[in-house]
C-alpha cells in the first residue's frame, strides 16, 4: 500500500516594496504599484487639501500626486535626491502618485510573519496601517493604501 502524503497548508506570501518617510518604514503591496519615478515638476492645483501636492504628466497621463507624511500629520516633504514618487493603480480612485523619501527594497513576507493592527478611531496614523510585518528582525509598518488615498482624488 502507497503511504499517503501529508496535506500541509501552503503559506501564502505577499511581496511590498519598503519606503521610508522620515525614519519610518512603511510597505506598500506590490499589487498596486505602477511606476516608480524620480521627482518630476508637480504643478500645483488651487483650492485643493494641502496634502494634495499638484499633478504630474507621466507619458502623457496627468496623475494627481499626494504627499503621504502631510496626510499622515508628519512634517512637510523636504525633497533629496532619493525622493521618489511611487505611482499606484487603486480600483475605486484610479492612479494616484505618492511622494515617500525613499524607495529602499522589495520584501516578501508570509502571512504568519504579518500581524494585523487593532482599529484605534482616536489615533489617526494606525486608520493608514492594515499591519505589520516582521523581517530581518525588523518591523515594517504596512500601509492600508486604500486608508490613505481615501477621499484624495
Known amino acids: 500500500m ?26 506598500i503591496d506590490i499589487k498596486y504599484i505602477d511606476n516608480i519615478v524620480r521627482m518630476p515638476h508637480i504643478t500645483r492645483v488651487p483650492k485643493v487639501d494641502d496634502y494634495l501636492k499638484g499633478v504630474i504628466n507621466l507619458r502623457g497621463e496627468v496623475i494627481p500626486v499626494m ?23 487603486l480600483e475605486q480612485q484610479g492612479t494616484i502618485g505618492v511622494i515617500v523619501d525613499e524607495v529602499k527594497e522589495v520584501v516578501t513576507l508570509e502571512d504568519d510573519r504579518i500581524e494585523k493592527v487593532a482599529y484605534d478611531s482616536k489615533d489617526e496614523k494606525s486608520n493608514f496601517l492594515c499591519g505589520v510585518g516582521k523581517s530581518d528582525g525588523g518591523l515594517i509598518s504596512l500601509l492600508d493604501l486604500n486608508a490613505v488615498v481615501l477621499e484624495s482624488v
Not at 12 to 23: A, D, P, R, Y
Not at 77 to 85: A, G, L, Q, W
Request: glycine share 6%; net charge neutral; no cysteine.
Open 67 to 89: 504627499s503621504i507624511r502631510i496626510k499622515m500629520g508628519l512634517e512637510k516633504d523636504v525633497e533629496t535626491k532619493s525622493s521618489r514618487i511611487i505611482i499606484l493603480k
Open 2 to 27: 502507497n503511504e499517503v502524503e501529508e496535506l500541509r497548508p501552503v503559506a501564502t506570501t505577499t511581496q511590498f516594496i519598503v519606503i521610508k518617510l522620515g525614519e519610518e518604514q512603511y510597505g
